[in-house]
């Protein structure tokens, strides 16, 4: 597999995939896959069969409920297990390292699309990112674009948000409590 290398007798010493593997942002995709989703997966056969292989439609019955036998839906499940969040979190910063953004320039036309038409008034919310995690993508938008017009809105659960407010995200960054299973607080002509 390429883990470690054999140096000699009894000696080895790290690859490129074992020092990967150190950090947070690979490591904790194993744990979030095996202990989060797994026993989804494990359970998705006989969720199907119960359901007559129906699409589900409820976010608190469904194959990770079965799996975990809650009636939590992920998120709210994820954030009572501070650990479980936290691998979580990591595995989706982890699953973009090294792509390309929508926010690079070049990639997605930001100031055709997005910043024309947009209100100009510095209090309107320009950008609501509704389930993101701990900022890094507004953070990352902010600093790619720091002229945008108005707010950028990040929107998570109680626990996330927390989190959030530990990083150090800049001042055109509002942070807001939502879950996205419930009605949406922010309307008008705002970006989501």
Partial sequence: MGTII?????EYTATP?????????YKDAYPAMFEIFGP???????????????????????????GHKTTDHLFEWMSQRPEHLTNFQNLMAGYRAG????????FYPIET???????SETDSPFLVDVGGGKGHDLQRLWHKH?????????QDLRGVIEEAKKADLNDQIQLMEHDF????????????
């Fill in 146 to 154: 720091p002229k945008l017009p108005g707010k950028l809105i990040l």
């Fill in 6 to 10: 054999e140096t000699g007798a009894n």
């Fill in 17 to 25: 995939l074992s020092e990967a593997l150190r950090k947070p942002i």
């Fill in 113 to 119: 699309n997005l910043v024309r038409g947009a209100s």
């Fill in 40 to 66: 989804g997966f494990n359970a998705l056969p006989d969720f199907l069969s119960k359901s007559n292989y129906a699409n589900p439609e409820n976010p608190t019955d469904g194959a990770f409920q079965l």
């Fill in 99 to 106: 792509q390309a953004s929508w926010m690079d320039p070049g």
């Fill in 181 to 192: 299973f419930t009605k949406q607080p922010i309307s008008g002509n705002s970006q989501f």
